[in-house]
């Protein structure tokens, strides 16, 4: 079973940055790509940025110019850095790894903006 271990959560004003990481039990290159959804109560959840296995991105129009998405082979991580963070970000974030016949995804980690 694979497993996908998201951490890197908090609490930080707005204005401020926080950066998640993921790490899954296989290889990170065994997964086509890589990314990171979230989802607020009531909402459904959203693609936040995506990374390929040949390092393209995809980003939520929101996130961009604000969150960048990197993958670490060597450490089998991947991050998203956010910077300028504002409530709106304000979420449960989840990482997700993807094959094409199935997807796995991680517990999630409280993302919250406040002052």
């Known amino acids: 079973q694979v497993r996908v271990m998201d951490s890197g959560g908090g609490l930080v004003q707005p204005g401020g940055s926080l950066r998640l990481s993921c790490t899954t039990s296989?290889?990170?290159?065994?997964?086509?790509?890589m990314g990171w959804y979230r989802q607020t109560p009531g909402k459904q959840r959203e693609l936040v940025a995506l990374?390929?296995?040949?390092?393209?991105?995809t980003y939520v129009e929101s996130a961009k110019g604000r969150f960048t998405i990197s993958r670490d082979n060597a450490r089998n991580r991947i991050y998203l850095q956010m910077n300028s963070l504002t409530p709106e970000d304000t979420a449960i974030y989840y990482c997700y790894a993807d094959r094409p016949t199935t997807g796995y995804w991680g517990r999630g980690t409280q993302v919250t903006v406040s002052s």
């Open positions: 296989e290889s990170i290159l065994s997964f086509n790509a």
């Open positions: 990374i390929t296995n040949c390092g393209d991105t």
